[in-house]
């Protein structure tokens, strides 16, 4: 079923399209339910908001240097291995959940909000941002070893990542871990 409004777009139990190209300019993206969508090419500038649910066979979502406003909600894509993502604008927030087959999460200019969980084969995280107001949540992805920033984080909270070793300690403005080993050098 294809719905759209003036500047919206919602898909929902297509069970035909195995790649979607997003052109025309949108606010607000809701994609769920797809049973063979496999690609996501997101070629519209200024989004607001993105809901990516339950899309089973998803693969990859490629934001080709476009910009995201404010969310990207990524939830139950378990054959989600690669998300390429340029720019989150200020206030913006990435949330990936119960993707468990992602495996690197790389971001150019994150701005804000990272919120990962229940991510099985994730194993690093590479943000490459000065922004000192960058906020990383991470919570049950037992097979993350590393954060990569360049800069200072303002909040880091590490939950159920026993193979995350932290080694920039001093560079953090407010940490919260449970199960996580600190390295200080």
């Given at each position: 079923m294809l719905e759209t409004k003036q500047y919206n777009l919602k898909i929902t139990n297509d069970n035909d399209t195995n790649e979607i190209k997003l052109l025309s300019p949108?606010?607000?993206v809701?994609?769920?339910?797809?049973?063979?969508?496999?690609?996501?090419?997101?070629?519209?500038?200024?989004?607001?908001?993105?809901?990516?649910?339950?899309?089973?066979?998803?693969?990859?979502?490629?934001?080709?240097?476009?910009?995201?406003?404010?969310?990207?909600?990524?939830?139950?894509?378990?054959?989600?291995?690669?998300i390429i993502l340029n720019t989150l604008l200020p206030n913006a927030h990435l949330y990936v959940i119960d993707c468990s087959n992602i495996e690197t999460i790389n971001i150019n200019k994150l701005n804000n909000i990272l919120?990962?969980?229940n991510c099985?084969?994730?194993?690093?995280?590479?943000?490459?941002?000065?922004?000192?107001?960058?906020?990383?949540?991470?919570?049950?992805?037992?097979?993350l070893e590393e954060i990569n920033y360049n800069y200072k984080l303002a909040e880091l909270i590490i939950v159920k990542c026993p193979k995350l070793k932290i080694n920039k300690i001093n560079s953090i403005h407010s940490l919260y871990t449970d199960n996580v080993s600190i390295y200080t050098n």
């Open positions: 949108c606010t607000y809701k994609i769920d339910n797809c049973d063979k969508l496999q690609y996501i090419n997101i070629l519209s500038d200024n989004i607001e908001t993105i809901e990516l649910t339950n899309l089973l066979l998803l693969k990859e979502i490629n934001f080709n240097d476009k910009n995201v406003n404010q969310n990207i909600h990524i939830t139950n894509c378990p054959k989600l291995n690669k919120t990962v969980q099985n084969k994730l194993e690093t995280i590479h943000i490459n941002d000065e922004n000192e107001n960058l906020q990383i949540s991470v919570d049950n992805c037992e097979l």
